[in-house]
């Protein structure tokens, strides 16, 4: 027995949409909204409201919360990054004021007074280096130890970055003490 052949009629050609292409123009006006909110059309408790929450989120990401924290920032890895270069104390964390100072000094006309002010500068400026590879180093080995794998890319110049912050301006803030021990937390 044969099945009955059912025929169907199409009006469209094959592979068409079946409606006219937009136009140009109506296509844009429909993707266009304004990039910035206007704040003159929200209310008063609207503009408060705003302003809590990112309050709330800039508190809670200065605290470490990991829900607020930026995708760079995030993770039990990264923790004990942060924990590592703010347990100690590092050169690069005092470089802005001592350059400051030495920027003062090298602003004296006196040939002597310069060339010992760039001196210091140079100085200062290899040390930190030295400082922060040493730095890298231990808690490369250290990490290796606490994790059982190798620090994942970019940790090296987290590290490094988060070394050459003044203490009181590192975001999220710094959650151990000076001298603390290393620890997985």
């Keep these: 027995m044969s099945e009955p052949v059912v025929q169907t009629t199409e009006t469209q050609a094959p592979g068409k949409k079946g409606r006219p292409t937009p136009k140009r123009k109506d296509q844009e006006a ?33 605290r470490g919360d990991e829900k607020y924290l930026g995708q760079r920032d995030r993770g039990p890895y990264k923790r004990f990054l942060r924990d590592a270069v703010d347990r100690r104390w590092n050169i690069g964390e005092i470089l802005l004021p001592v350059m400051l100072v030495i920027l003062a000094g090298s602003l004296v006309n006196i040939p002597g007074v310069q060339l010992a002010m760039f001196g210091a500068a140079y100085a200062l400026i290899a040390f930190g280096l030295i400082d922060s590879v040493l730095l890298w180093r231990r808690t490369k080995a250290k990490a290796t130890e606490v994790f059982g794998e190798e620090p994942p890319r970019g940790s ?11 203490r009181m301006s590192r975001v999220p803030r710094p959650a151990v003490q000076r001298g603390s021990e290393l620890r997985r937390r």
């Design 30 to 62: 429909a993707n266009r909204r304004p990039l910035v909110v206007d704040s003159k059309s929200m209310s008063r408790e609207e503009k408060a409201r705003r302003k809590a929450e990112r309050a709330k989120a800039r508190d809670a990401m200065l």
């Design 156 to 166: 090296a110049s987290y590290v490094v970055l988060r070394a050459f912050q003044m």
